[in-house]
């Protein structure tokens, strides 16, 4: 399974980076697979271990905003695993091109 997580404080602050940090930071020490891109982190995983680490960096930015949005996508392929990689592969091959990475 692949997720995308995004995990925004509600905040008159601009510099939002810290806290972010602090969830990528739960994210690496989980040893799940992930990529961290300007939007949101994409993680992949089993359902459990994936939907734990989510609420653990839910949890740990709450705890120092009174309000947090965090939005979870999931692609679930039933049919077997897909990388990162392979997902921008089969786009770029039906646009008969490569992508800016």
């Known amino acids: 399974m692949m997720v995308q997580l995004s995990i925004m404080p509600i905040s008159e ?9 602090k969830a990528v930071k739960i994210i690496h ?7 961290l891109t300007p939007m949101g982190t994409l993680i ?16 740990a930015v709450r705890e120092d905003f ?3 949005t965090t939005q979870i996508k999931i692609d679930d392929l039933k049919s ?4 990162f990689d392979d997902k921008i592969r089969a ?3 039906k646009a008969e091109m490569e992508f800016k990475k």
Do not use: F, T
Not at 13 to 21: E, F, M, W, Y
């Open 29 to 35: 020490e989980s040893g799940l697979e992930y990529k």
């Open 80 to 83: 077997g695993d897909i990388s």
């Open 44 to 59: 992949k995983g089993e359902w459990q271990e994936v939907m734990n680490v989510a609420k653990k960096c839910h949890e």
């Open 13 to 21: 602050d601009k510099h939002l980076s810290k806290p972010i940090a």
């Open 91 to 93: 786009v770029e091959e």
């Open 66 to 68: 009174d309000r947090v």
